[in-house]
């Protein structure tokens, strides 16, 4: 597994959760509009705005279901890559970043006081330049 894969897990996470924040808006939309979700609209040039809503919804609902499907293959993979290391720390720094998505702060301060953002960022990065045999950008550990 490379920093590619690593970071597109991370990109799926972030569109999983805007997806969900959009549906609930959604939801939350067609409950302000009307109380029932099978009303037919009446006269011409009227637009039925609860089934447009009920059909994004449903949309959205398929394509979180989707999402969540390539997020945990993606987690699954991660998971076996950080157990594959053979080292604890990377393995905690790699599930924290690529799989709780949380942010090299947060990351370095729940790996312990001894472990800096830059420390953990740097660890990966020597890891991966050595386990993927070719120079790794530092700036690309987004």
């Given amino acids: 597994m490379g920093l590619d894969e690593l970071n597109r897990n991370r990109e ?7 997806a969900y924040e959009m549906a609930q808006s959604i939801r939350d939309r067609a409950g302000l509009r009307a109380t029932s979700m099978n009303a037919m ?28 499907d390539q997020v945990e293959a993606g987690d699954q993979a991660i998971r076996a890559f950080a157990n594959s290391t053979g080292d604890v720390r990377l393995q905690q720094i790699i599930q924290f970043r690529y799989i709780a998505c949380l942010t090299w702060e947060r990351t370095a301060e729940l790996m312990g006081d001894r472990y800096t953002p830059s420390g953990c960022r740097r660890l990966l990065h020597k890891f991966l330049r050595v386990h993927l045999g070719a120079p790794v950008d530092a700036s690309e550990l987004v």
């Avoid at 799926?12 to 805007?18: G, I, P, S, V």
């Avoid at 039925?48 to 979180?64: C, M, S, T």
């Fill in 41 to 68: 609209p009446r006269g011409s040039g009227i637009s039925d705005h609860v089934g447009e809503i009920a059909a994004a919804a449903a949309d959205l609902d398929q394509r979180i279901r989707e999402i969540e």
């Fill in 12 to 18: 799926l996470h972030k569109q999983l959760e805007m």
